[in-house]
């Protein structure tokens, strides 16, 4: 084989070594699912989801890897202790928010917020997995301050509710990234469709400042917002 040919042969094992690489990229996706838990194993490993309505339908398989966080069987919940240092458990029928990562058809949980009963209650729980650098802290739970305003523009009144003289508040759940953007709009309490709707919508282009964690640096966060329609204010 002469030098140019090794040469060759050497610039097309690059080639599909990195070709290889982008593919395995490619398989691992980091998603997020809000729902109600099912079932579990009985060792806490595998976990059967129920998304929520504003998500995929069909239920989802979810794995956990063991790791520092102790996880243990009492009845058929499944207990843990937050980062918080609150005991929480997964049981047939409890709310949660989770992130994990598809590779291959295997879903593994990274993080676990535990979702209260009443949706006005403003203590959640976080856990699941060591913290890792896209941990969500809950605001109201772990010790990071209420996020700041950059732009929270009001949703618009629906004209069926202007016209029906509907007015109240309602509640919602959102994820707010390092860099102070919305993700994850939930809805725990609505009030009438359209201003459900123009909610939803807003909210999801709201920004606040980065909000920092016990380290200092910007993290991910859980917050309560809650929304106020008053018959009289401007359209």
């Known amino acids: 084989m002469t030098s140019r040919q090794a040469a060759s042969v050497i610039a097309a094992l690059a080639v599909l070594l990195s070709g290889a690489a982008a593919q395995t990229a490619q398989t691992a996706q980091t998603s997020t699912v809000m729902g109600t838990v099912k079932s579990a194993d009985e060792a806490c490993l595998s976990f059967v989801v129920s998304p929520s309505a504003e998500n995929t339908s069909g239920d989802i398989t ?3 890897v063991p790791d520092a966080v102790q996880w243990t069987r009492e009845g058929t919940s499944c207990a843990f202790t937050s980062i918080g240092g ?14 994990y990562v598809a590779t291959d058809g295997r879903n593994t949980i990274r993080w676990v917020v535990v979702r209260p009963e009443n949706p006005m209650h403003r203590c ?7 913290p890792a650098p896209d941990t969500l802290f ?11 305003c950059v732009f929270c523009p009001n949703p618009p009144y629906s004209s069926k ?3 029906s003289g509907v007015a109240g508040q309602l509640m919602f759940r959102v994820t707010i990234l390092p860099d102070g953007s919305v993700t994850d ?16 919508k807003t ?8 909000i920092p964690g ?16 008053r018959q009289g204010a401007p359209p």
């Open 62 to 64: 979810l794995i956990r």
């Open 86 to 99: 609150k005991r929480l458990s997964l049981a047939p029928g409890t709310r949660a928010f989770i992130r």
């Open 124 to 130: 959640i729980g976080q856990g699941g997995v060591t």
């Open 138 to 148: 809950a605001i109201d739970c772990d010790g990071i301050p209420p996020p700041e």
């Open 161 to 163: 509710a202007r016209k």
């Open 185 to 200: 709009v939930e809805m725990t309490r609505g009030l009438e469709k359209g201003l459900d709707e123009n909610s939803l």
């Open 203 to 210: 909210l999801r282009t709201w920004r606040f400042k980065p």
């Open 214 to 229: 016990p380290g200092g640096k910007p993290v991910y966060a859980s917050s309560p917002i809650s929304v106020t329609f």
